[in-house]
C-alpha cells in the first residue's frame, strides 16, 4: 500500500483547528482507474459546510475531502489508458482532493497541458456545476430573465458567464461594491447589492413588469420564498446549496429555523403557476451519471481553449495558508475561484 500526505479534517468548527497534515494510506488501483500526483487542488463552499458539520454527503471523521485536483497521471489501472501517463490534467475526485496524491475514475479526467492551474480548477466543480444547471436542468434560453446568488464566487461568476453566453439577461446579485464591479466586467446586465436594501425590491426594480425565469440559488432560507414571489410563468427556480444554515449558531434550532423560512411547497400548486423548482447535486449526477458528468468537463474545458468563458481566480494559497483560504472562503469575503498549492519540495514522492 502506498502512502502520501493530505490534510484530513480532523473536527468539526474552525478553520483554524480543524485541519491537520497526516500520513495517507492509497489502496492499489482498480480497473482503469488512475493515479494524479497533485499539484494543486481547489476549495468550494461545500467544503465550508462540511467543516461545520452541515454537509450531510462528506465521509465520517477524520477523512479527506475535496472535489478537484490539478496534477500528472502516474500510473493507470491494469486496464486503463497507458496513453495517459504523464499528462497533465484537471481532475473531479469524490473527495480526498485535499492530498498530494489522489486515485480517480479515468472518466474524471481531462486533458489540460499547460493551462494555468487556477483556470483549470475553477472548471472541474464550478463551472462543470454552473454549465450542467444551465445547459441541461434549467435549460437558460436567449432573452430569459436570470437572478444570480453568489455572483462574485466561483459557480456565480461561471453562471454570469454562461448564461451570458446563450444570450440571457442577468441580474447579479452581491454583497460589495468590489464585486459590483467584478461582475459587471463578467457581463452582468443589472447589479444588486443586498448590504444596501432587499434584494428582491432592488430585483422588482429593475424587472419592472416583468419576472423571472430563472433562480440560480445557492443559499436557500430565507431566500427561497422571495425568489418564489420573483418568478414568473414558466419560472424555474433552480437550489444547489444551503449556505444561509451555515451561520446558524443554534444546533438544531437554527436547522429547524431554516426549515421554516423556507416553507412547505404543495405541487399542485406549482403547476397551477407553472413554476419549477430543480434541485443539484452534483455528487449524485456524479454517481448515477458520470458520462454526463464526463461530458460536461470536457466541454467546458473546450469552451476555456476557445476563449468563450474566462474563469475568475481569486486567490492562489500554499499549503501552509489552508486555513486562512477556509476562513476567508467562509467569510465571504473571496471572489472566484480560490485554490491551494503544494510546495514542490514537499510533493516528492518514491512511488
Known amino acids: 500500500m502506498k502512502q502520501t500526505e493530505a490534510f484530513f479534517l480532523i473536527k468539526k468548527g474552525s478553520a483554524e483547528s480543524a485541519f491537520e497534515l497526516r500520513s495517507l494510506s492509497l489502496p492499489e488501483l482498480k480497473n482503469d482507474q488512475v493515479l494524479v500526483e497533485v499539484e494543486a ?3 468550494n463552499y461545500a467544503d465550508v459546510m462540511a467543516r461545520l458539520g452541515l ?14 485536483v490539478v496534477g500528472i497521471i502516474k500510473e493507470v489501472g491494469v486496464s486503463g489508458n497507458k496513453e495517459l501517463i504523464g499528462k497533465r490534467v484537471v481532475a473531479f475526485c469524490r473527495f480526498g482532493g485535499y492530498a498530494k496524491h489522489v486515485i480517480t475514475e479515468n472518466y474524471a479526467v481531462s486533458v489540460i497541458d499547460n493551462m494555468d492551474v487556477g483556470v483549470a480548477l475553477s472548471l472541474a466543480t464550478q463551472f462543470v456545476t454552473a454549465h450542467y444547471m444551465v445547459s441541461r436542468s434549467a435549460n437558460v434560453q436567449s432573452g430569459e430573465r436570470v437572478l444570480v446568488h453568489a455572483a462574485a464566487g466561483g459557480v456565480g461568476t461561471a453562471l454570469i458567464q454562461l448564461c451570458k453566453l446563450k444570450g440571457a439577461h442577468v441580474i447579479a446579485k452581491v454583497s460589495s461594491k468590489e464585486k459590483e464591479r467584478l461582475v459587471s466586467d463578467l457581463g452582468a446586465d443589472q447589479v444588486v447589492n443586498y ?13 419592472g413588469s416583468e419576472r423571472l425565469d430563472v433562480s440560480f440559488n445557492p443559499v436557500a432560507g430565507a431566500t427561497f ?3 418564489c414571489a420573483l418568478l414568473g410563468t414558466g419560472g424555474r427556480m433552480v437550489l444547489f446549496g444551503g449556505s444561509e444554515l451555515s451561520n446558524g449558531k443554534w444546533g438544531l434550532l437554527s436547522t ?3 426549515v421554516r423560512k423556507m416553507g412547505f411547497i ?7 403557476r407553472s413554476k419549477s423548482i430543480l434541485g443539484i447535486n452534483m455528487l449524485k449526477v456524479a454517481d448515477f451519471k458520470p458520462k454526463v458528468l464526463a461530458q460536461c468537463l470536457n466541454e467546458v474545458v473546450q469552451m476555456v481553449q476557445q476563449g468563450q468563458i474566462h474563469p ?3 486567490g492562489v494559497y500554499k ?7 477556509h476562513r476567508l472562503l467562509e467569510e465571504g469575503k473571496t471572489v472566484g475561484k480560490l485554490i491551494i498549492v503544494w510546495d514542490d519540495e514537499t510533493n516528492e514522492h518514491s512511488f
Not at 405541487?267 to 397551477?272: A, F, T
Request: one cysteine or more.
Open 256 to 258: 429547524l429555523n431554516f
Open 55 to 68: 454537509y450531510r454527503e462528506a465521509p465520517p471523521l477524520p477523512c479527506v475531502i475535496g472535489y478537484e
Open 312 to 314: 475568475v481566480v481569486g
Open 195 to 207: 448590504k444596501t436594501g432587499a434584494y428582491e425590491e432592488q430585483v422588482l426594480t429593475h424587472l
Open 319 to 325: 499549503q501552509g495558508e489552508l486555513k486562512v483560504a
Open 225 to 227: 420564498k422571495k425568489d
Open 41 to 43: 487542488f481547489g476549495l
Open 266 to 272: 404543495v405541487p399542485i400548486g406549482l403547476m397551477m
